[in-house]
């Protein structure tokens, strides 16, 4: 939970060593090509679709929008899915997405509060001695007005920022999006 609430990743680089070793490996890169291996053969994952350099998804790592939308829908028939949608950030709420709220001064989405779950990340880096927003991404499940949890993943890249605080507004932008939705 604390990992996906706060995206505590320390604790999500310590998770993938532990996969490691549960498979016979005692560091991150053959714990990533277990990982991978896991990802492409048990669950239909293309490998080509996502590179992981860690357990927390920093710095180089990417994944398609279709990676990603597929594993949350894999998700929804795992056992143990009721904990992982518990221990995602909720919207308005809790965790990463606590703050984000923005959209509720508008009538309209102020609903949206608490009915959507996502996991955020964010890579922000030094390009041509500009900031740039690299990449952030909400990845999560969208309660309909059926009761169904819809899949969706919203993601920002390579926006130049001249702060820090300019990343909150960009939370708060898609937060509305994800209202919208």
Known sequence: ???????????ADSSLVLLGLAHGVD????????????????????????????????????????????WLRIMLNQRDFQ???????????????ATVKDFQSDPSLAGAT?????KTGTFAAEVNNQLVLQGQAFGGYIK??????LVYQLVVNNVVINDIADIFD????????????
């Open 83 to 97: 904990s992982f949608f518990d221990a995602l950030p909720i919207l308005g709420v809790d965790g990463s997405l």
């Open 1 to 11: 939970k604390l990992i996906l609430k706060i995206s505590y990743n320390i604790g």
């Open 170 to 181: 960009v939370f708060q932008d898609e937060g509305t999006i994800s209202a919208i939705l």
């Open 27 to 70: 560091n991150m890169t053959d714990a990533l090509a277990v990982e991978k291996q896991e990802l492409t053969t048990r669950y239909g994952i293309p490998g080509d679709d996502f590179f992981f350099v860690d357990g927390s998804g920093g710095g180089l790592t990417t994944a398609k929008n279709s990676a990603v939308t597929r």
């Open 114 to 118: 608490g009915k959507v779950r996502a």
């Open 144 to 149: 309909a007005a059926s009761g169904r949890n």
